[in-house]
C-alpha cells in the first residue's frame, strides 16, 4: 500500500487505490475463525417469519415511490427501482424496516429469549440498518414494551461508546450491572472488530442489508460479507457456549407472499456469494 501511495499520483488515483485496498482488507478480514478453536461450537440461524397486516401491506406498496401503480408489488426488488428515472428505494427500504409487525416480533423473540434464561444473564446483540432508520425502530419498540436496550448514540464519547460495548464484553458483576437492559442495538457499521462472544450469543438481523440506491447499484458480495462479519461478533473463537443462535426476521405479504426480505436474505446468503464474500474462491 505504500508504494501505491506515492505522493507523485493523483488524489483521485490515490482515493480509488485506496478504497480497493480497504474493500479487500475487508473481505479478508472474515477468515478470521481458525477451525480448531471453532470445535464444538454451531451456528444455528433461524428463519422468523412475519406477516404483514393489511394496513401494513398498503404502507408496504405505497412506499415503492416513482413505480407505476400497475408495477407495485410484494415480488419488487431493488434492482427495480431506477434511481435516473426518479425512482426512489430509499423511502422503500425505510417503510420496510418500519413496518410494526417487524419491531413486535423483535420484542416476542428477545423477550422469549430472556424468559428461557432463569438468571436473566443473557444477552443479545440486534444489527441493524441506521441508513434506513432501522436502528430508531428497533429501540423504540424495545423500550416502549420496557425491555430496554443500549445503543451508541452520535453524541457519545469515545469513552462512553466502549463504555457501554464492555457491558456486553464482560460477565455482570455488581447489582448496577444485573439492571442494565439486556439488549445492545449496533447497526451494521459497527460490524467489524468487536468482540462480543464471551457474554453473547444470540443475535438478530432485525432486517436483511442492501446497500444501493436501487438499478444495478447493489453488490451482494459487500452485503453479505458485512452480514458474516456481524455473526462473526458473537460466532468465533473464544465463545464459552456451544450454540450460537442467529435470528433473520422475514417480512412477508399478507398470506404469506414472498416480499423484498426473501429476497434479500436469499441473495445473502447465497453460498457462492459467501464463498466470495469470505475470500475462499479457489
Not at 480509488?16 to 482488507?25: A, D, F, P, S, V
Not at 475487508?26 to 471453532?38: G, I, Q, T, V
Request: charged share 30%.
Amino acid at each position: 500500500m505504500g508504494n501505491f501511495l506515492e505522493p507523485r499520483q493523483g488524489r483521485e488515483v490515490r482515493r480509488n487505490i485506496y478504497k480497493k485496498c480497504q474493500e479487500y482488507l475487508d473481505l479478508a478480514a472474515c477468515k478470521n475463525k481458525n477451525e480448531e478453536d471453532m470445535e464444538g461450537i454451531e451456528l444455528v440461524e433461524h428463519s422468523v417469519k412475519i406477516t404483514m397486516s393489511s394496513p401494513e401491506s398498503e404502507l408496504y406498496l405505497k412506499s415503492q415511490h416513482g413505480i407505476a401503480q400497475k408495477d407495485q408489488s410484494y415480488a419488487i426488488k431493488p434492482e427495480d427501482f431506477d434511481p435516473t428515472a426518479g425512482h426512489d428505494v430509499s423511502r422503500f427500504l425505510r417503510q420496510n424496516a418500519n413496518i410494526v409487525s417487524r419491531g413486535q416480533k423483535l420484542v416476542e423473540i428477545c423477550k422469549q429469549i430472556l424468559s428461557e434464561d432463569g438468571n436473566s444473564n443473557t444477552k443479545i446483540i440486534v444489527f441493524t440498518d441506521g441508513r434506513i432508520g432501522a436502528g430508531k425502530c428497533a429501540r423504540e419498540f424495545l423500550f416502549k414494551d420496557g425491555i430496554g436496550c443500549t445503543y451508541l448514540d452520535a453524541e457519545d464519547t469515545v469513552e462512553m461508546k466502549n463504555k457501554k460495548l464492555a457491558w456486553y464484553q464482560y460477565a455482570d458483576v455488581t447489582d448496577e450491572d444485573k439492571k442494565r437492559p439486556r439488549v445492545l442495538v449496533l447497526h451494521f457499521e459497527h460490524a467489524a472488530g468487536l468482540n462480543l462472544q464471551a457474554e453473547c450469543n444470540h443475535m438478530l438481523l432485525f432486517t436483511p442489508l442492501y446497500v444501493g440506491v436501487g438499478g444495478t447499484s447493489g453488490d451482494p458480495v459487500s452485503d453479505a460479507s458485512t452480514e458474516l462479519q456481524a455473526i462473526g461478533r458473537v460466532f468465533r473463537p473464544g465463545q464459552p457456549k456451544p450454540k450460537v443462535h442467529v435470528y433473520r426476521l422475514e417480512l412477508l405479504g399478507i398470506n404469506g407472499e414472498e416480499a423484498l426480505d426473501s429476497h434479500l436474505i436469499r441473495r445473502n446468503t447465497d453460498k457462492e456469494t459467501i464463498q466470495m464474500a469470505v475470500n475462499a474462491a479457489d
